[in-house]
């Protein structure tokens, strides 16, 4: 498809996993394509012109770059986080100067430090962004999508609970994969580190939390995700329901993303949100957050990365 850009750009092409996007001008084109050679050749013949610069990833092992690099093209590498925002402002055709306060949730990307971001309070415009708080690192290892319980344990650790059987993650979890998990969180060996919302949101969910409401919040719990680990858990050893946690904990980064935010605005003087990444997937969240930002313009949406990275790399 073919959409319009909020400001003219020099063609950049910005390559995605399945993904890319060619802006030339105030254009910009886009389609699913299985490898950036077939995205580079059929959208330069779509748009009548060849990139200039090729927009890929931060990660030093994504794939665009190492084609980029091969086929002797211009390379900006642009942070995951920092395209999700660019992304929204794209669709709420903010201008090339102007900068928002961007909440980039999501369930993780490569950072700038290599650490995995993903609870990301940016100033950003287009062409660069400032991290101004996140959560605090937690040390993971061998964690996937299809393993939550080892991200259950991880964030168990990190907030200092045992691994008793009564909670799930440990009882999914064998005895010597429970020891071998156990020595690398506590000697850093093959451990990456991560401070992504939906990775501890997944750990929650690994204990057996179910709902898609709001409810009460936790006491501020602050930036270390083990303060509400720790609350979660002792919730569920008095019972009560799980839907019920699950809602007070959508509540709890309800009411510490407006907090956030609120500090940002006090700082910057900023009165435009922008909402980006995966989190915001979750209908009840996004709605409870807009009512927390009162005297706030709110932008959201679901853009495809490739445009956001496309605007992030034309910006220079």
């Not at 992504?196 to 750990?203: E, F, I, N, P």
């Not at 057996?208 to 609350?231: Q, S």
């Not at 569920?236 to 309800?254: K, N, S, Y």
Request: net charge neutral; proline share 8%; charged share 20%.
């Amino acid at each position: 498809m073919v959409i319009t850009l909020p400001w003219e750009v020099t063609p950049t092409l910005a390559v995605g996993p399945g993904c890319a996007a060619l802006g030339v001008g105030r254009r910009a084109w886009l389609g699913e394509f299985p490898d950036p050679a077939t995205a580079h050749a059929s959208l330069s013949a779509a748009a009548g012109v060849a990139p200039e610069v090729v927009a890929v990833d931060l990660h030093p092992g994504d794939p665009a770059r190492r084609w980029a690099a091969q086929a002797g093209l211009p390379i900006r590498a642009v942070p995951r986080h920092h395209a999700l925002v660019a992304a929204v402002l794209a669709t709420h055709a903010v201008g090339p100067d102007e900068q928002v306060i961007g909440l980039a949730l999501d369930h993780g990307g490569y950072g700038p430090d290599g650490a995995t971001w993903g609870s990301e309070v940016l100033i950003a415009g287009y062409k660069d962004a400032r991290r101004m708080s996140h959560l605090d690192y937690v040390r993971v290892a061998g964690a996937t999508a299809a393993r939550p319980h080892r991200l259950a344990l991880a964030h168990l650790r990190h907030a200092g609970i045992p691994w008793d059987l009564d909670l799930p993650p440990v009882r999914a979890c064998s005895t010597r994969e429970r020891r071998t998990l156990a020595h690398q969180l506590e000697t850093g060996y093959g451990c990456g580190a991560t401070a992504s919302l939906g990775h501890l949101l997944d750990a929650l969910a690994a204990l057996g939390l179910e709902g898609r409401g709001v409810g009460t919040p936790y006491p501020a719990m602050g930036l270390d995700p083990g303060t509400l680990v720790r609350a979660v858990v002792a919730d569920l050893r008095r019972g009560t329901p799980t839907d019920e946690i699950a809602a007070r904990v959508r509540a709890t980064v309800v009411a510490l993303t407006a907090e956030q935010v609120r500090r940002c605005a006090d700082d910057t003087g900023l009165d435009v949100v922008a909402l980006a990444g995966d989190v915001f997937d979750d209908p009840a969240l996004t709605r409870a957050t807009r009512k927390t930002l009162p005297g706030f313009t709110v932008l959201s949406g679901k853009p495809p990365l490739v445009l956001g990275r496309l605007l992030c790399a034309a910006a220079g």
